[in-house]
């Protein structure tokens, strides 16, 4: 049980980094070097230690930033904060994440409407697990590395997506590395539509699986969020 619901704090929603960017098939603008955004969405776990299996659901909310340096280049990052709730055992299990990364990427155009690119993340994890009256703490990091693609259908609209691999490494009582790792392919799609020069709305879908030696897991979510540029 306590292996099923370790799995279940590490798996947190990760953040979605395929980079929107600027809009449209045409020139981009030069000054917009910021953009900022908020989003909450939904959370859909699905968590299988072969034994047991748990189902929870929940929500999250999130800003993220990033600043593009030229020639395709940006940094980035994300803090996400959910609250996911299940029952295990006949009990209720809550979880509590803060997850933050940090790093950048680029994206470069190969054809008037479509970008290509790739990025790469420090990804650092802190959950608190609340189960029949007692709390667990949990830390772990890691990275993520993958492909950003991107389509501007028109000056308004604009669909992107990204492929990636996450590695996270839970942290023992004393910050050490447990020398146990949770590994998968996670993947995002969004479309993305502008308002104004300076603010967008947009929609994304994302699928993670992260497998062990015992456990696999898979999360789903959706959410949609403001953009607004600088």
């Known amino acids: 049980m306590k292996k ?4 279940l704090v590490l798996v947190a929603p990760a953040a979605a980094f ?15 070097t910021v953009d900022i955004s908020g989003y909450a969405g939904g959370s859909f776990l699905s ?26 280049l940006f940094l980035g990052g994300e803090y996400t904060y959910s609250d996911t709730e299940t029952t295990f055992a006949g009990s209720k299990a809550r979880y509590q994440v803060d997850e933050y990364r940090l790093g950048g990427g680029v994206l470069l155009p190969v054809s008037p409407y479509f970008k290509l690119g790739g990025y790469g993340h ?8 609340d189960f029949q009256g007692f709390g667990f703490q949990q830390e772990a990091d890691g990275y993520d590395v993958g492909v950003l693609a991107q389509f501007d259908a028109s000056r308004r609209l604009q669909a ?23 590994d998968g392919v996670d993947l995002l799609i969004g479309a993305s539509y502008s308002l ?4 967008a709305l947009f929609g994304e879908y994302r699928y993670t699986q992260l497998d062990d030696d015992s456990t696999s897991t898979d999360l789903s979510a959706v959410r949609g969020g403001v953009r607004l540029r600088f």
């Not at 099923?4 to 799995?7: E, F």
């Not at 395929?18 to 809009?23: K, S, T």
């Not at 990804?123 to 697990?129: D, E, G, K, P």
């Open 4 to 7: 099923l619901l370790t799995a």
């Open 18 to 32: 395929a980079d929107p960017g600027h809009r449209g098939g045409h020139a981009p603008r030069h000054d917009d």
């Open 47 to 72: 968590i299988d230690d072969g034994v047991d299996k748990v189902d929870p659901n929940g929500s999250d909310v999130g800003v993220r930033a990033k600043v593009f340096l030229g020639s395709g």
């Open 122 to 129: 420090y990804v650092n994890q802190q959950v608190q697990l």
């Open 160 to 182: 992107y997506g990204r492929v990636g691999y996450i590695s996270l490494e839970p942290q023992d009582s004393n910050g050490n590395g447990s020398g146990s790792r949770l």
């Open 196 to 199: 104004t020069r300076n603010l």
